[in-house]
């Protein structure tokens, strides 16, 4: 039920491109994107919804393809400050709300 | 940062103690959530909250137990701690609805010897 995250882990010089990838085995509603530094709490990033409406950051872009449950999150033109740890989360209905289910996370590493 | 505070920020306690981290938002969201993060895990939903009282389990929420007597506080008790739930703790709010952005809290680092 967890959603898969790829790569694991990547390093990038500055101005490089990468891209993040999150797939489920469940259909999703929508896909969230978090970003965390170390030692600090996740950060908000972006909300891809069914349909194509996206809600988020200005400078990073994503794509949520429903039909293949997939998300990437792509970052171009990296800088030091987009180091951190990526999460995905798929917001899965169940339970008396549902709630999001977090990928295992990404690991992107800028260096100068 | 959505006013949302954890305390404590960090706790040490022996195995079968009791424990109880409190999670404190200021702007009245009607959703609240208790996640762990362990290395390699990424985070997991412990418990959440739609409402004062309501509550429902995450995926693991074995060995907790939760309460939300007011809008602004959201509680997590370990009723005896084990060393397995050493962890970082982070509390969050959506706002809005369920399915809508998530903000997180600072976190607890919690030691269980």
């Known amino acids: 039920q967890q959603p898969v995250q790829s790569p694991q882990a990547v390093i990038l010089r500055e101005g490089e491109d990468a891209v993040i990838n999150c797939s489920s085995s469940k259909a999703l509603y929508s896909v969230h994107w978090y970003r965390q530094k170390h030692g600090e709490a996740p950060v908000f990033l972006m909300i891809?919804?069914?349909?194509?409406e996206q809600k988020g950051h200005e400078k990073i872009s994503a794509s949520f393809n429903e039909k293949k449950q997939q998300s990437s999150l792509y970052l171009t033109a990296s800088q030091l400050s987009y180091s951190g740890t990526y999460f995905c989360g798929s917001f899965i209905y169940g339970g008396s709300q549902g709630n999001l289910i977090f990928g295992k996370g990404t690991k992107l590493s800028v260096k100068p | 940062d959505a006013g949302i505070t954890q305390s404590p920020r960090h706790k040490v306690t022996e195995t079968g103690t009791p424990v109880t981290l409190r999670c404190h938002q200021t702007e009245n969201h009607r959703y609240m959530y208790w996640y762990r993060q362990d290395p390699g895990h990424g985070l997991r939903l412990i418990h959440y909250s739609y409402g004062v009282k309501d509550t429902d389990k995450g995926e693991v929420s074995d060995g907790y137990s939760v309460s939300r007597s007011k809008t602004e506080d959201f509680l997590l008790t370990l009723e005896s701690a084990t060393s397995s739930q050493t962890s970082v703790y982070f509390c969050?709010?959506?706002?809005?609805?369920?399915?809508?952005?998530?903000?997180f809290g600072p976190g607890t680092r919690l030691t269980v010897l």
């Open positions: 969050a709010i959506s706002v809005g609805g369920a399915y809508n952005e998530q903000f």
């Open positions: 891809l919804l069914k349909g194509g």
